[in-house]
């Protein structure tokens, strides 16, 4: 085949992006300074001919970029440069997200499965490893700067003791293979996104729903709680930016 027979197609930038970009822009030049406040979501989404839900997109990619905060009620306001975060947010991220909720929901159902079977063939042992993995999920909410990565690392430990007991060693293998997209590919759009997100009781209380199941070797309860958090944490990731507070 003849070299140059195709040309390259590339990529159109979200309007999302592009909006958000032409705000950058006009604060890095000075047409915008620090605590000026945002044109609002309608005159925004009059000025760029767009959907306010794409607006609003935009405005939440700047939040979490640190560049724009935000005051319920007020409005949108250009951040201090000093007060601006150390870590960059980009419409790639947003992107890398969207693949981050394809795998939650690619493990869904497995992982619910894999869940089911362990509360009938789980050893006492892995039950005490499962154990220990919950309480180090736990104690890494409050464990210094580093506690999105290592609520992660907890985290996939004890799913991963979970899929061990159930005693299947496919299951096993396909949890691994997302594991390690996920590590080599989105890891630190998941440290991002978890550093960004409500990780309190609500969401340690699902894994224990899951532990409870276990412990008492229910696997129809086994499965509905594991399911429940992957489908709440995929809803959750979608959900991050706060169109409220925009």
């Known amino acids: 085949m003849a070299a140059g027979l195709f040309e390259r197609i590339d990529r159109p930038r979200r309007l999302p992006d592009e909006i958000a970009r032409s705000i950058s822009e006009a604060i890095y030049s000075g047409q915008l300074k620090p605590g000026d406040r945002l044109p609002t979501e309608q005159s925004l989404s009059d000025q760029f001919g767009v959907a306010r839900t794409v607006v609003r997109e935009a405005v939440s990619l700047l939040k979490y970029d640190g560049v724009i905060s935000s005051k319920r009620g007020v409005g949108a306001f250009v951040s201090d440069v000093a007060s601006r975060s150390a870590f960059r947010i980009s419409g790639a991220c947003f992107e890398k997200r969207r693949q981050l909720i394809q795998l939650l929901e690619l493990r869904t159902g497995v992982q619910a499965d894999a869940s089911a079977l362990a509360a009938e063939a789980r050893t006492a042992p892995q039950l005490a490893d499962i154990s220990r993995r919950l309480a180090a999920m736990a104690d890494a909410t409050t464990d210094g700067q580093d506690w999105a990565a290592n609520r992660l690392d907890a985290q996939d430990g004890f799913y991963r ?35 960004a997100s409500e990780w309190g009781r609500e969401v340690l209380e699902e894994h224990r729903a899951v532990y409870r199941a276990l412990e008492a070797g229910n696997p129809d309860e086994a499965r509905i709680a594991t399911r429940n958090h992957f489908e709440r944490a995929a809803q959750r990731l979608a959900n991050r930016a706060d169109i409220a507070d925009v």
């Not at 003791?161 to 989105?186: C, H, K, P, Q, W």
């Open 161 to 195: 003791a979970i899929t061990e007991a159930s005693g299947n060693d496919y299951y096993v293998e396909f949890i691994a293979m997302i594991e390690r997209n996920v590590s080599d590919n989105l890891r630190s759009v998941a440290i991002k996104n978890a550093m």
